[in-house]
């Protein structure tokens, strides 16, 4: 069974970093593409950011460009998403999901929630 | 970027009816658009992709349809758990993009 497990939120100031990570299993990581998604609280879902299988190519939203990056360690079977100088428009549960490159979002871990406030 | 607009926002219907949600892209997407259900407190579930096949363990009454810019998603007949927010996404170009979901209520 597939199964994504975010963790890594919590509350920072604005200006302030913080990094997401992702422990997946059940699959064979390294040759799977991996996205970050997240959804402001009671709103709709935001497409953050891709990385190809292998961490050879990578993706960002707009609104993220320049401040979040994605990597990944196959070794650990682990996503990451950097994000730096934080904003409170950051506010927001984060979800990690298998898929984004030339397939779709299947399965989506529980989410972590990130919270910029001072 | 490509703009989904999903209508209508809410709907309003009882166990039992036929519901049926439209996805309106701001340029084609070919057949690269999906759908999601997601429910309070819970991650998305992937119920539709490439337009018109449903994922694994989703039931026949989900069904999905369309290409170019007008995609449906059809539930024939609501059961009570199927009382949700429903997103489309696409993935011809990059950035993805979401619709910005349509509410499925009981009347």
């Known amino acids: 069974e597939v199964q994504l497990l975010e963790s890594g939120g919590g509350l920072v100031q604005p200006g302030g970093s913080l990094r997401l990570s992702c422990a997946a299993s059940?699959?064979?990581?390294?040759?799977?593409?991996m996205t970050w998604v997240r959804q402001a609280p009671g709103k709709g879902l935001e497409w953050v950011s891709a990385i190809s299988a292998y961490g050879t190519s990578t993706y960002y939203a707009g609104s993220v460009k320049g401040r979040f990056t994605i990597s990944r360690d196959d070794s650990k079977n682990t996503l990451y998403l950097q994000m730096n100088s934080l904003r409170a428009e950051d506010t927001a549960v984060y979800y990690c999901?298998?898929?984004?490159?030339?397939?779709?979002?299947?399965?989506w871990g529980q989410g972590t929630l990130v919270t910029v406030s001072s | 970027e490509i703009v989904l607009t999903q209508s209508p926002a809410t709907l309003s219907l009882s166990p039992g009816e036929r519901a049926t949600l439209s996805c309106r892209a701001s340029?084609?997407?070919?057949?690269?658009l999906a759908w999601y259900q997601q429910k309070p407190g819970q991650a998305p579930r992937l119920l539709i992709y490439?337009?018109?096949n449903r994922a694994t363990g989703i039931p026949a009454r989900f069904s999905g349809g369309g290409s170019g810019t007008d995609f449906t998603l059809t539930i024939s007949s609501l059961e009570p758990e199927d009382f949700a927010v429903y997103y489309c996404q696409q993935r011809s170009n990059w950035p993805r993009t979401f619709g910005q979901g349509t509410k499925v209520e009981i009347k």
């Open positions: 059940g699959f064979t990581f390294s040759n799977f593409a």
């Open positions: 999901a298998k898929g984004g490159w030339a397939s779709w979002f299947d399965p």
């Open positions: 490439d337009a018109s």
């Open positions: 340029q084609s997407v070919s057949s690269y």
